[in-house]
């Protein structure tokens, strides 16, 4: 089969806000081979299981930008308070954008984004759980940029 484009899996979460416009990008670890620009995004949600469903082959690759994360959170505390620093191309992103990338990545709120990349972090022996991912990559499949 002479397949052309990047194959996407989704949480089924997120086809909503892909399909309604809300999410505009993904945020992933680096492939071994990157997609080009004005390749075909096939997106599905349940890929590689009999649950295989086609959410969208509508977008194009517009644009990658290079992303660090770094979440922290301290559970001896309740509510859990959470320290987010992300850099988008190696700048830091403000307050305002760092809700703006929440949301735009397909999540409710910057809570809800951190919470997602915190999950299955286990506190150290002072209860805290800390997330850093490095030389993730941003693909869009709009104009928008950081």
């Known amino acids: 089969v002479n397949f052309k484009g990047m194959l996407l899996g989704f949480k089924k979460q997120f086809a ?3 399909l309604d416009g ?7 670890e680096k492939r071994k081979v990157e997609p080009k620009i004005g390749e ?4 599905y949600s349940g890929l590689r299981t009999k ?6 082959k509508e977008h194009t690759l517009t644009g990658i930008q290079l992303v660090d994360i770094a ?3 301290d559970r001896s505390v309740k509510p859990f308070i959470k320290w987010v620093t992300v850099y988008v191309d190696e700048r830091q992103l403000s307050n305002t954008e760092l809700n703006v990338l929440a949301v735009s990545d397909g999540f409710t709120d910057l809570n809800d984004f951190c919470n997602f990349w915190l999950k299955g ?7 805290w759980v800390v997330v850093l991912k490095k030389d993730l990559v941003m ?5 928008f940029r950081f």
Do not use: A, Q, V, Y
């Open 51 to 56: 649950h295989t469903e086609l959410i969208s």
């Open 121 to 127: 972090g286990k506190p150290d022996e002072n209860k």
């Open 16 to 18: 909503g806000p892909i």
């Open 40 to 43: 075909t995004l096939h997106m």
């Open 139 to 143: 693909h869009h499949w709009t104009d």
């Open 71 to 73: 979440i922290s959170e």
């Open 22 to 28: 809300t999410k505009i990008f993904t945020i992933r």
